[in-house]
């Protein structure tokens, strides 16, 4: 039988990771730290002189230019995106992530590093249910010819299309049923990957600072940089859905919904965000109890898997 609902998520110990910032190239430690419920997924910068925290919500969006970026009162946590994946990946609803620099460790260039973390903490239930938010009419944003939506579903999917004009990246396409299990295998290990003329560039403004073969993919005219080659024969648009997971992720509650993505960023991702948070018809938030969930119709069986809710292991 199914539970009566299904509850929060947070760590069950402390937990941390070294690594550098991809554009600041500066060396950061993170540390995660169980949270109660109902304190969602907040950031802390632990290297000033008074600690700022910046919760990871969309209103604290300062920047998606190269990554997302959040700020509050003049400070900023960039790159947050792999690992909200993550955390959204694994059904984390509540942690203190302390900082020691102004940016997340860009690690492999994937999720998997802080899935790993997140596993190595452990993972424990609240008596709280979550907090759904769920899709009630379609919203679609597009910018050229850039587009992506959300739509009314019974779970969370995310559908995406990638199509750069290069031999390697044409034309891929990947639909993903969310659920933990098919995050880690599916998803996690997708690498960010950039143009090897963008990655000249970018450091001569004194950007990617932290970047190398060791963290992304890297792609010249005709062929890749990284002679280990692609973890999946299609990772670029694998990697696009780790990115878009994490910013949805910053709704501050699990979606329910199907999200289409063609040619997206960061930029778009945001920008969907936003206009489904301007207007309320838009979505329900609902707690996540059998009785209220059976109230919309949803369906419970694939629900769990949209929570990321596979059975916790003691």
Do not use: W
Request: net charge negative; glycine share 8%; with cysteine.
């Amino acid at each position: 039988m199914p539970p009566s609902s299904y509850n929060q998520r947070t760590l069950s110990k402390t937990a941390s990771l070294q690594g550098i910032g991809l554009h600041s190239g500066a060396k950061v430690t993170l540390t995660l730290r169980p949270a109660p419920a109902g304190h969602g997924i907040v950031f802390v910068r632990t290297d000033l002189p008074r600690p700022v925290s910046i919760p990871a919500l969309a209103e604290y969006v300062v920047d998606t230019s190269l990554a997302t970026t959040l700020g509050r009162d003049g400070v900023k946590v960039a790159t947050v995106e792999h690992f909200m994946a993550a955390m959204a990946g694994l059904g984390i609803d509540n942690a203190r992530v302390e900082l020691d620099g102004p940016e997340v460790p860009i690690m492999d260039g994937s999720a998997a590093p802080f899935a790993a973390l997140i596993q190595e903490a452990g993972i424990r239930e609240l008596d709280t249910p979550k907090e759904l938010l769920v899709i009630r009419k379609s919203v679609s944003v597009v910018d050229g010819d850039k587009q992506a939506s959300l739509t009314p579903s019974t779970n969370f999917r995310i559908s995406c299309t990638i199509d750069f004009e290069h031999p390697i990246i044409q034309g891929q396409a990947f639909d993903l049923d969310f659920s933990d299990r098919e995050f880690s295998r599916e998803i996690s290990r997708a690498r960010t990957f950039g143009f090897l003329r963008d990655v000249e560039k970018l450091k001569k403004l004194g950007l990617a600072r932290g970047g190398s073969l060791e963290n992304a993919i890297v792609v010249d005219e005709l062929s890749i940089l990284n002679p280990e080659g692609l973890r999946f024969t299609d990772e670029f648009v694998r990697h696009k859905i780790l990115d878009a997971i994490g910013d949805v992720s910053l709704f501050g509650r699990p979606v329910i919904g199907h999200l289409t993505a063609y040619k997206t960023g960061h930029a778009l991702n945001h920008k969907l965000v936003r206009k489904v948070l301007s207007d309320p018809s838009c979505y329900e938030i609902v707690p996540a109890r059998r009785l209220d969930l059976e109230g919309l119709e949803l369906g419970l069986p694939g629900l769990a898997g949209a929570l990321a809710l596979e059975p916790l292991v003691a």
